[in-house]
């Protein structure tokens, strides 16, 4: 259960009050029922001190239970070079969505156990690349590589490796790195380091993974063609950086020889960092909801990573379990990384459930400049009979409104300006909401008036009073609306 110190009913807070502590880490984490596609995995034969290689899910952890109660941990690699983007179900919910090769994603938090996962072509659920039951143990950490091809005649047929991340402390000085081979047009690689002085992996086919663990520090990486002494022509060189206490995963993906194959993604070696159970020993619960009107659609990152994507206005996105800290966020227009309306750092604080309002406008001249709104959300239960609503006033064209109910005759909220938001408890029921100018008897013309608002017993609404007054004088066409959002009933 997650509280939040109680605040008097129908009080505003500021926006400065709610920017404090302001969030993200999106994604990091996701709270779904399940996870993971499957597939297995080969070893390869790593120099140094080897760690833990995969192994398939459902692999006893020594509980009496086999593993299969708690939760483990799951992320999903796309290294599929001729796969479109994709989304993932799992037992028929979409847990990922246009997730685009060569991303990882953020670790879900799942429930061990066998679950139907599906992945399909993005926005496409009819067109599907795999669909099979997998298994994950509990409190085991886990990559899912989305490998192979999709197309006829494939050098390798479509299939998701399965990874088993050994996610332990490997030390302050040492950094620990995974090699998986998901090349597949690529011969068995030898991977070294030192102009071939350090051999990290050796002899690694297709489908296989090898750890290692190696002093923090700067490398100059070479991938080269296998052969008994390590030596042979480099075809792929990258600069690296390691750093102590951290475990990275690094996919040998894409094609060596793109004009021959059925998609020109070229050969690289993309790097994923890995995070610890106890990392979300006391996460914070993150969701994002788009309400800039004059935004586009838009992809959010987490610490370079992309955790949502293609979100629209006037979405909001489900919970998500974060690591408590600092993390950098960047939001840009979606599918186009290099138009980016924002990019700070931003923190969250342990066992503290958050909304982050992408609020204000881009465009030169804005009313309201673009800036994240973060609101601590109060996820616990309302008093017997009567349902929890927030508004948050986002509209950046509009003055400061009054919010009432039954034609003026009950006063929900009073004189709220823009950026701020209010919460109060009424009556389950349902409703006709208006928005009016504020005025000290709250009784001026309404700008907008919503009927049919069913307010449940039990349950927790967050309203967003969003879009514009006067569109046609402004530099995007959403008009203003009350989107309503049912939070979760109290926890």
Do not use: W
């Amino acid at each position: 259960m997650y509280y939040i110190p109680d605040r008097p009913r129908n009080q505003v807070m500021s926006s400065d009050t709610s920017r404090r502590n302001v969030l993200l880490g999106l994604g990091t984490a996701a709270t779904v029922g399940l996870a993971g596609c499957g597939g297995s995995e080969g070893g390869g034969t790593p120099t140094g001190t080897e760690t833990a290689t995969g192994t398939a899910p459902g692999t006893e952890t020594g509980t009496d239970d086999g593993g299969m109660s708690g939760t483990a941990m799951v992320r999903v690699a796309h290294m599929s070079p001729d796969a479109p983007n994709v989304d993932v179900y799992v037992d028929d919910s979409r847990v990922l969505s246009d997730v685009a090769f060569g991303t990882t994603s953020g670790y879900l938090e799942v429930g061990a156990g066998e679950h139907q996962v599906k992945i399909t072509a993005a926005g496409d659920e009819s067109t599907v690349v795999y669909d099979e039951p997998v298994t994950v143990a509990a409190d085991t950490s886990y990559t899912i590589a989305a490998a192979g091809e999709i197309s006829d005649g494939a050098d390798e047929a479509f299939s998701p490796l399965v990874l088993e991340d050994d996610t332990s402390d490997p030390g302050s000085d040492t950094a620990r790195l995974t090699l998986a081979h998901v090349s597949p047009d690529a011969p068995a690689v030898d991977v070294t380091a030192a102009g071939g002085d350090t051999v990290l992996f050796d002899g690694v086919a297709y489908s296989q993974s090898g750890s290692v663990e190696v002093p923090a520090g700067d490398y100059t990486v070479q991938v080269r063609g296998d052969t008994d002494s390590n030596d042979g022509d480099v075809v792929a060189e990258f600069d690296v950086s390691l750093e102590g206490g951290e475990t990275y995963t690094a996919f040998a993906a894409g094609y060596l020889t793109p004009d021959d194959e059925p998609a020109d993604t070229a050969f690289d070696l993309r790097f994923a960092e890995s995070m610890s159970m106890d990392d979300m020993s006391d996460p914070a619960m993150v969701r994002v909801a788009h309400m800039s009107p004059d935004a586009p659609n838009v992809d959010v990152y987490v610490d370079d990573s992309r955790v949502l994507s293609d979100v629209a206005f006037g979405a909001q996105s489900g919970y998500l379990d974060v690591p408590a800290g600092e993390r950098q966020v960047k939001i840009t227009a979606a599918g186009d990384e290099s138009t980016v309306v924002y990019d700070e750092p931003l923190t969250v604080q342990p066992g503290t459930p958050y909304t982050v309002v992408a609020a204000g406008e881009i465009s030169d001249g804005a009313d309201e400049a673009f800036s994240p709104l973060v609101l601590e959300d109060d996820n616990s239960a309302p008093a017997n009979g009567k349902a929890r609503l927030r508004v948050v006033h986002v509209s950046p064209d509009a003055p400061n409104v009054d919010v009432t109910a039954s034609d003026g005759d009950v006063v929900l909220f009073d004189n709220v300006p823009y950026g701020a938001s209010g919460t109060t408890e009424v009556g389950a029921g349902t409703y006709e909401v208006e928005i009016r100018p504020d005025s000290e008897g709250n009784d001026a013309d309404p700008a907008a008036e919503f009927p049919d608002t069913t307010l449940e017993a039990g349950q927790i609404y967050t309203a967003y009073a969003a879009g514009y007054l006067s569109p046609d004088d402004e530099p995007g066409s959403e008009g203003f609306d009350l989107l309503v959002t049912s939070d979760a009933g109290g926890m």
